[in-house]
């Protein structure tokens, strides 16, 4: 408290406290008090130049913390790195990268377009996209129907700024994630290193990639790559935050919270970590008030706006062909009690195409259970204090993260458009795996490193043919539709001289074509043909149909004023195919 009152007393740092203090309270109140309407303007035009001055921050903060150390970190961790490297990309190769969750994959990278494009935080949801044929260098006109979306918009800045180092592509996004998967495996050897030998870091990062559910997501175009990259960073600042007690590292921990926030949205949970800090704080002599501390609350104003954008708004979710409201209560206990067996259940592995193995669940379990006997005996404080200072941040987190999921009212695990939350607690899972280990090694001295490490290879080995198959995902016959189709149409038909009429045309304006719904067609029959005779070469129709009546489905048919020539189609399922036309002119 000492210490905590010395910053007080201080002219200087009293003025930041109060400024710090009166900032948060103003972002609180202008997510409050202002207008919907005024916030979501603000939103849609800001949202983007704040979270790219977070992340720019977070970014000099850490180099500046660990520039003077590069050349020791290169050369104490380039062999892991080249590892990291190795296994994300034999990961790419025996799981290929595809859109997986419609439509949160290709929403993520048309908010990705939008910030590229014109630095707005929205999603385009139909609009058409032209380049003049009249300009030497194709100048490109667009006009898109916008929409505010819900996502936190951290990877899609990040996907925008590989649009920018490589020209635009709708497959961007798993670019970001493939370079996710390197700094996760090499972060997380780090974070293990931190607490155990070499030898188990080791083991841990080839048990986080045998894992079914690391390859099924990190080949994905989502955003739950990047949340547990900023989850493990924050466990390693968190350390460094008690061993030094540094401004620098405070600031960039707080700083890493405000992006985890854009990460996903039960990510804001690990915001509770600040209170595990407080005590750290109060103790440091070397923590000040800096004006990027002040700074922060402000930073937290794209949070504060979409929570409210997002609360009491009337929100339609689509899974295949079926559009429901949003429950009427997104957490209840009776969600908790409906889902938390089925996680539990996908968490154990005993089916393995879920994401996880029975080998990491039967040690996590063990190691859970030698972790909670050593911090009630007291026991772990003397044999590892690092761990121990650790554990109360790990432990609670892990458990409101499993708790808040489960009570959400699609937080179940063993769904295929949500399996994709349990992989926040891989991490965790293998961690806790790693102490176990580590226990019997030093109690069985017979169970030497190598063993361990030839053990997790071999666990490697057998669980990536399950990985490789990802049976999981294989049953969604929306993104086997819309794979199947970008196959189709991205080798045969220029995106500037195309123009889509399609069920979801969100899910085609990523890749820069031009497309509207089979409702909007109909309603602008005029200005659609007209539109198709002068700026375009191709008008093509993606319809889902009947097999049995052979009729398009109620959102897929289209005015017969439309004459259509069949360019190709496929079985979608057992009762419906999809038909590709070609507007005949």
Known sequence: MKNLSSIISNPASAIKIVLF???????????????????????????????????????????????????????TYCAVLFLAVILTTTIFIIAPPRFKVLNDEP??????????????????????YLKHPS???????????????????????????????????????????????????????????NYFPAAYSIAAILMMAASPIYVFYVTSSGFETINVLFIILMFILYKKCMDTGDSITIELFFLTIVLLFQCRYESKLFAIAILFLIPVIKHSKKFRFSFITCIIPILMLPSLWQQRIGTGASVKNQFENNTFD????????????????????????????????????????????????????????????????????????????????????WGDFTSQTTNRLALASLPFSVFTSVYCIYAATCRFKKLTPVFMI?????????????????????????HYEYNKSLGIILPRFENYKTLIICERPNLYIIHHYSAFSFDYANKNKEWISKMAQTYYD???????????????????????????????????TNSTYVKISKLVR
């Open 454 to 478: 030839l053990f997790s290879i071999f666990h490697l080995l057998y669980y990536w043919p399950v990985a490789s198959q990802q049976k999981i995902l294989n049953h969604i016959t929306l």
């Open 538 to 572: 191709n008008v093509i129709i993606i319809q889902n149909v009947w097999q049995e009546k052979n009729i398009p489905h109620k959102f897929s048919t289209l005015d017969p004023l439309f004459t259509l020539k069949e360019i190709t189609r496929f079985n979608k």
């Open 107 to 128: 929403n993520l990278i048309g908010v990705s377009m939008m910030m590229f494009h014109e630095k707005k935080t929205a999603i385009p949801l139909h609009g058409y």
């Open 326 to 409: 949003i429950a009427s209560k997104a957490f209840s206990l009776d969600n908790l009690f409906a889902n938390f067996p089925k996680n539990i259940f996908t968490l154990s592995g005993l089916d393995p195409n879920l994401g996880f193995t029975p080998v990491i669940f039967i040690l996590s379990i063990a190691g859970l259970y030698l972790i909670i006997r050593g911090l009630l005996t007291g026991t772990l404080k003397k044999k590892n204090y690092q761990l121990y200072k650790i554990l109360p941040l790990g432990l609670t987190t892990f458990l409101l993260l499993l708790l808040i999921i489960s009570a959400y009212y």
């Open 21 to 75: 203090t009166g900032l948060f309270l103003l972002a609180l109140l202008s997510a409050v008090i202002l207008p919907l309407h005024t916030i979501k303007t603000l939103f849609s035009f800001t949202a983007y130049y704040f979270v790219l001055a977070s992340f720019l921050l977070w970014l000099l903060l850490f180099i500046l913390l660990y520039f003077h150390r590069i050349r020791e970190l290169m050369k």
């Open 135 to 193: 300009s030497e260098h194709g100048n490109q006109t667009s006009d898109y129907e916008l929409h505010l979306d819900k996502r936190p918009v951290l990877y899609p800045l990040l996907v925008s700024f590989v649009h920018t180092l490589t020209g635009y592509s709708g497959y961007n996004g798993m670019v970001v994630n493939f370079l996710a998967s390197i700094f996760i495996l090499l972060f997380f050897y780090i974070q293990i290193r």
